[in-house]
């Protein structure tokens, strides 16, 4: 069995959001639980979506990484901190490769 980086990437972005979720600030949480839910459905075939407009690879991961990001600035205790931070992380990643800046 081989998993490709990408897809434990999002499952780890999946897993943190929901963290966040059960532990901190919904608001912020249930944000980054949208956009990681959505790209988890993405990636293993569940969900297709096609948006004219705008590049959904490129938002969802700037979703990911403002909400952690916020929520890591918000974070009081080591559980939500991390779970934050890999959040944040993973929406950079995955940003920075949508953006073709990293190969």
């Given at each position: 069995?081989?998993?490709?980086?990408?897809?434990?990437?999002?499952?780890?972005a999946?897993i943190?959001?929901?963290v966040?979720?059960?532990?901190?600030?919904?608001?912020?949480?249930?944000?980054?639980?949208?956009?990681?839910g959505?790209e988890?459905?993405?990636?293993?075939?569940l969900?297709s979506?096609s948006?004219?407009?705008?590049?959904?690879?490129?938002?969802?991961?700037?979703?990911?990484?403002?909400?952690g990001?916020?929520?890591?600035?918000?974070?009081?205790?080591?559980?939500?901190?991390?779970a934050a931070?890999?959040?944040?992380?993973?929406g950079?990643l995955?940003?920075?490769?949508?953006?073709?800046?990293?190969?």
């Amino acid at each position: 069995m081989h998993i490709h980086l990408g897809n434990a990437l999002v499952v780890v972005a999946f897993i943190s959001s929901i963290v966040l979720l059960l532990q901190s600030e919904r608001t912020i949480a249930l944000i980054a639980t949208v956009a990681s839910g959505i790209e988890t459905l993405l990636v293993f075939g569940l969900m297709s979506l096609s948006l004219v407009r705008f590049r959904i690879d490129v938002v969802l991961p700037a979703l990911l990484a403002i909400a952690g990001g916020i929520a890591w600035a918000r974070a009081s205790g080591k559980h939500v901190i991390t779970a934050a931070t890999l959040v944040t992380c993973v929406g950079t990643l995955q940003l920075l490769e949508a953006l073709r800046i990293l190969g």
